[in-house]
């Protein structure tokens, strides 16, 4: 993808990292109940959680604050409001998914922690992948378009002081 500003290209980064990371969760979601003394299993673990608890908070919270706005004044409403909702569902589900994690880090996973764990993971990494593709597809491309060098110089810089 050619994208013309430095914000546009931040966020493409995080999609394709987190699509992969997304698929990594889907495929242990679909796995037999893991050991966590394994250390790539706890490692693993602890990359969704501060993926979910840092990068895709402060991801939806900059697209909230800073580039929404940008598509209201457009009349891209409808693109917001549908990322909007996405977001509504996705994180509360992803905190409720950190707090899975926690309490599987702190006591390992029981038969019924993992059978909870489950289908949530794989929930939360469908909604994810599915909300970073439509990203790709409608609001990269659009926002890529609208920014001006000024504004995205200043977008860009605050997103990284926010991370």
Do not use: C
Not at 121 to 131: C, P, V, Y
């Amino acid at each position: 993808m050619n994208l013309n500003n430095r914000v546009t290209r931040q966020l493409h980064d995080e999609h394709v990292a987190v699509i992969a990371l997304m698929d990594k969760l889907q495929s242990f979601s679909s796995s037999n109940q893991p050991d966590l003394s394994n250390s790539q299993v706890s490692n693993f673990l602890s990359d969704v959680k501060i993926s979910i608890e840092g990068e895709v908070t402060n991801h939806f919270n900059f697209e909230e604050e800073d580039l929404f706005p940008i598509l209201n004044n457009e009349g891209e409403t409808d693109m917001s409001d549908l990322l909007h909702e996405d977001h509504e569902v996705i994180l509360p589900l992803g905190m409720e998914l950190v707090g899975l994690i926690t309490e599987a880090q702190a006591n390992g996973f029981t038969a019924e922690s993992w059978q909870k764990f489950k289908p949530m993971g794989t929930e939360f990494a469908e909604r994810l992948r599915d909300h970073a593709s439509k990203e790709e597809i409608g609001l990269v491309p659009l926002i890529d378009d609208l920014l001006v060098a000024g504004v995205d110089a200043d977008l860009a810089q605050k997103y990284i002081d926010n991370r």
